[in-house]
């Protein structure tokens, strides 16, 4: 050991008396410093400017133009230049014959050497702990851990680079073909995650060893032992194939031999870190402050409670517009969505079928016109250049399962050994793939028996199963929508009160009814009370004679008229009611609304009144201000101006548009929502925007129910908040840190470089 410490300390004096290993050491300060002094300057004139900042140890050094996200991406252009001398150097000059007459080992040659730059890599990582040190003193409650995890990525990347390069510095006696060696490796390594990822034994070890992003999972604070041990096998296999490659040199052996050592090696790395990327051989710590690498503890919960087997099934339709998201080569990446799921249950199996059969596309005719399914089929795997074998014809696919109704689009089938299962979608938005709320409520639905509701039919209510604009298919049934309830884990289905309500459904809608109950469904409905099943009542103007009668068993009734508060762009009848923070306390969705001032937009809305002397807990969640009146004449709100009539009994004041109710039904806590308006959850009101208007309407149904489920589901995935959100500088502070940075600091790099290059040409 004393020996290759002194190969290091050796190689480290020749380094500093070089040009090279100053030069890279002020440049990488300066690109630093720039970068630093621009993205947190930028925090700090928003701070200035009155924004909210939040995460900012996160966004100082996590996120895309963190820190240490772009120092990794340029760290490839410094270690060629600092390693290409290595053993270049002495092949060329002639050198390396002294070391090999020497009692020098192959080994204690390239550890030394390697040793050298792992303590250069340090003085990179000093450089950025002059950072780091600047925001400790310079934001409040600074995530140590979740730094720490990023440096010790960067670190690694750095070791790995320099292995890679002192291999490359051993191939050859010319500096410049080295560094160039080592710029060619680093782009195979980085590119060849991507070849041949359609074949599959072949995709895992491509994916394998691409050491693309490997750093990136520290600097978002995840340290996962397959990272770790990716580092660690590569930095040794190259160590390994230099040393091989000096002994050939020294002994002068056979290139066959040489090579069988070469490729020994490389396949007992390979076949490590082929074990090391096995689910069930991986271990993780996650750095971050609010674990927000790491499933919440509900998800976790819901994983723990699922004993046995899981297979997850994805189901890819060539004619899908998605179906690119799980085409063999991009599997590997696919596989990534379920990570997180894996390393709790590392046993879950993941299958792919692939086929082809109609789906909603309109153009596809369009595109390929006058051709067959097959043939259209035939020409679109051409283009994606998969092999039209692997997928089932739409015979095929039909025998092994009916996707119809699912609209054969893309879906994963989950399926537990003992024969549970449920689907998991892709969605029509912005994120399209399931996140944790998601996909932790499919699970949920495998392990436990989750709410069913029940929507009201045969009195004209609205419809859970129509598209129109009035109906509530979006947020009830609608598959491609994220947060309808079937995707949010719950069943959805249709009553009727001709017979009790079945004792299954746990939540029962009965939203705008046209025509009154009779006298046999209103003992039903008393009966599902009486059980202590909880509702969801909507109203509307002009329905009050029909709806009154549903809520005044609860002490509420559905006021005469139609709200309206006057407003210079909309009509009078659009109320816009505010979450009261009773409403915010009870259900969590609410919080978000009652914070920023969001509103549930009501166009056309009664006022409810209610008295608390009928067993009920009454709450107000949702109100109107006190410029809202019960408009009693007006009827048309598009040609007519409403007035206030205090004469006929129009009222100014603060109106409940929105209650909860609760009572205690046995060990049960029954919960009621009544609302005044029907329109406000339509699959017509979701789709409107208003100008000036921040409406969260959706917020209602996620709200809702949650509290109507108890909170069972939609699941709740809500993190502690994060507490370093404030900059202790204001922007003349941060003018004179950036000339700190940018000039001071490798001015005085320079200053110590031309001292010693002087102090070394005195001696």
Same mark, same amino acid.
């Given at each position: ?41 930028? *925090? ?46 002495? *092949? ?93 490796? *680093? ?91 096995? !689910? ?65 249950? !590392? ?191 909507? #109203? ?8 009154? !009668? ?38 969590? !969705? ?84 009544? *609302? ?15 100008? #000036? ?71």
């Amino acid at each position: 050991m004393r020996t290759i410490y002194k190969i290091a300390r050796t190689e480290l004096r020749t380094l500093f008396y070089s040009p090279v290993a100053w030069f890279i050491l002020i440049i990488f300060t300066f690109q630093v410093s720039m970068d630093f002094s621009d993205s947190f300057g930028y *925090l700090v004139r928003m701070k200035m400017m009155g924004y909210q900042n939040g995460n900012l140890t996160y966004r100082i050094f996590s996120t895309t133009g963190g820190l240490f996200s772009v120092v990794q991406s340029y760290l490839y252009l410094y270690l060629p230049l600092l390693t290409m001398g290595l053993m270049s150097r002495e *092949l060329g000059s002639g050198s390396i014959n002294l070391l090999y007459s020497s009692p020098v080992t192959n080994r204690q040659i390239i550890l030394g050497k390697f040793l050298s730059m792992m303590f250069y890599g340090l003085l990179l990582i000093l450089i950025l702990m002059v950072f780091i040190i600047f925001v400790a003193f310079s934001i409040n409650d600074v995530d140590f851990p979740l730094i720490l995890s990023g440096l010790l990525g960067v670190y690694l990347l750095i070791c790995a680079y320099a292995a890679i390069g002192l291999f490359m510095s051993s191939q050859t006696s010319y500096q410049v073909v080295a560094a160039m060696g080592t710029l060619a490796i *680093l782009a195979f390594l980085n590119f060849v995650g991507r070849m041949w990822q359609d074949i599959e034994f072949v995709r895992d070890i491509t994916y394998w060893l691409s050491i693309n992003g490997r750093a990136s999972n520290f600097i978002g604070g995840l340290i996962c032992s397959e990272d770790v041990l990716y580092f660690v096998i590569i930095v040794a296999l190259f160590l390994f194939l230099t040393i091989i490659r000096l002994q050939s040199r020294r002994q002068r052996s056979s290139a066959m031999a040489t090579w069988g050592k070469y490729a020994g090696v490389c396949a007992i790395a390979v076949l490590l870190g082929y074990f090391s990327a096995l !689910p069930r051989f991986m271990t993780y710590y996650d750095a971050t402050r609010t674990k927000m690498n790491t499933l919440t503890r509900n998800s976790q919960n819901i994983v723990a409670k699922m004993k046995g087997g899981l297979t997850i099934t994805t189901y890819v339709n060539l004619f899908d517009h998605y179906a690119g998201i799980a085409l063999p080569a991009s599997v590997k990446g696919d596989l990534q969505q379920f990570r997180q799921y894996t390393r709790f249950k !590392p046993e879950i199996k993941m299958k792919y079928v692939y086929y082809y059969d109609t789906v909603a596309n309109s153009d596809l005719n369009l595109r390929f016109p006058d051709m067959t399914m097959e043939e259209q089929a035939k020409k679109l795997a051409e283009i994606q250049n998969v092999n039209i074998k692997l997928f089932l014809t739409p015979e095929r696919i039909r025998q092994k399962i009916d996707l119809s109704p699912e609209g054969n689009r893309f879906v994963r089938l989950l399926e537990r050994e003992n024969g549970e299962k449920t689907f998991l979608r892709i969605y029509n938005d912005m994120l399209v793939m399931p996140q944790e709320p998601e996909i932790s409520a499919a699970l949920k639905r495998l392990v436990m028996t989750l709410p069913k509701v029940g929507f009201l039919v045969g009195h004209g209510e609205r419809d859970s199963k129509k598209d129109g604009e009035r109906d509530y298919s979006q947020f009830a049934r609608q598959k491609t929508f994220r947060y309808a309830l079937i995707n949010q884990g719950f069943d959805v289905t249709d009553v009727t009160l001709n017979n009790s309500i079945p004792e299954d459904v746990n939540i029962m809608v009965i939203a705008d009814m046209k025509t009154p109950l009779s006298a046999v469904e209103m003992e039903n409905l008393d009966e599902y009370v009486s059980r202590g099943g909880n509702l969801m009542i909507a #109203g509307e103007p002009k329905r009050q004679e029909v709806m009154s !009668p549903v809520v005044e068993r609860f002490g509420v009734r559905f006021a005469e008229g139609c709200l309206v508060r006057p407003t210079e762009n909309f009509q009078s009848d659009l109320i816009c009611s505010r979450a009261t923070l009773k409403a915010a306390k009870m259900s969590y !969705p609410f919080e978000t609304m009652y914070r920023f001032g969001q509103v549930v937009a009501m166009p056309g809305c009664v006022g409810l009144e209610y008295e608390t002397d009928r067993g009920y807990t009454v709450d107000r969640w949702f109100e109107t201000d006190s410029l809202a009146w019960n408009e009693l004449e007006t009827k048309n709100f598009v040609e007519d101006t409403v007035r206030l009539n205090v004469k006929i009994g129009e009222v100014q004041k603060s109106y409940a548009t929105g209650l909860a109710l609760t009572r205690k039904v046995g060990e049960k806590d029954q919960k009621i929502i009544i *609302l005044g308006d029907a329109n406000c959850i339509s699959n017509g009101e979701f789709g409107h925007r208003r100008n #000036g208007v921040p409406a969260a309407n959706y917020t209602v149904i996620t709200g809702g129910f949650y509290w109507l489920s108890d909170g069972e589901v939609p699941v709740d995935v809500r993190r502690p908040p994060v507490p370093d959100n404030d900059i202790y500088l204001d922007q003349d502070d941060m003018d004179t840190a950036k000339i700190v940075f940018m000039g001071v600091l490798p001015g005085l790099l320079l200053l110590l470089a031309l001292f010693i290059w002087i102090r070394r040409r005195g001696k």
